[in-house]
């Protein structure tokens, strides 16, 4: 019985290592192909803002989260529920602007980042821009406008890694007249 358990256990070890390595080709790739760190940054987001696009759905199937009725609610499931369920990992929620829309996620132990060191000429990548853009796609896809970007990176010296939220606006729906 302590095999099968321990095989779960290893299994998810190895498919998370298994992702970490993949997304760091990934990201060696877009620096091979791209001039510079900027354009690499600007394409990491738009990849994980793709992505968070198609996400939302999975993530609401699996979760059976309802609707969030403010922002403060959005970010405990993001925080603990969405970056549990496919990260493995559950950031604090920290810094609450004065009017509630804005917040930190600060991420402990960044799975993405395992194994990996920045070499001296990348030093304005943001490694894991396509965390920002996974949350800005998912949530523009329930309605919520948002920025997101990184203000501390493990990777760069920092404690820890830190992602900033900011709520810009609901976005209404533009259904045809007569229809709800």
Request: charged share 25%; with cysteine; aromatic share 8%.
């Amino acid at each position: 019985m302590s095999r099968q358990a321990n095989r779960g256990t290893e299994s998810k070890k190895m498919s998370s290592e298994l992702f970490t390595l993949t997304y760091g080709a990934l990201v060696t790739q877009l620096c091979r192909d791209y001039e510079n760190d900027e354009d690499v940054n600007k394409q990491l987001d738009k990849m994980g803002y793709n992505i968070g696009v198609r996400l939302i759905e999975d993530f609401l199937a699996r979760s059976n989260v309802g609707r969030c009725h403010d922002f403060r609610e959005t970010a405990d499931v993001i925080a603990k529920v969405a970056f549990k369920m496919y990260l493995g990992i559950t950031p604090s929620i920290t810094n609450w602007s004065p009017a509630g829309d804005e917040f930190s996620l600060i991420l402990e132990n960044n799975p993405l980042v395992d194994f990996v060191e920045l070499p001296d000429n990348h030093s304005s990548l943001i490694y894991s821009n396509l965390l920002c853009g996974v949350l800005r796609g998912a949530l523009e896809m329930v309605q919520m406008a948002v920025e997101a970007k990184f203000v501390q990176d493990t990777l760069k010296g920092d404690g820890v890694t830190e992602i900033r939220m900011r709520f810009i606006r609901r976005i209404e729906d533009n259904l045809p007249a007569g229809e709800e």
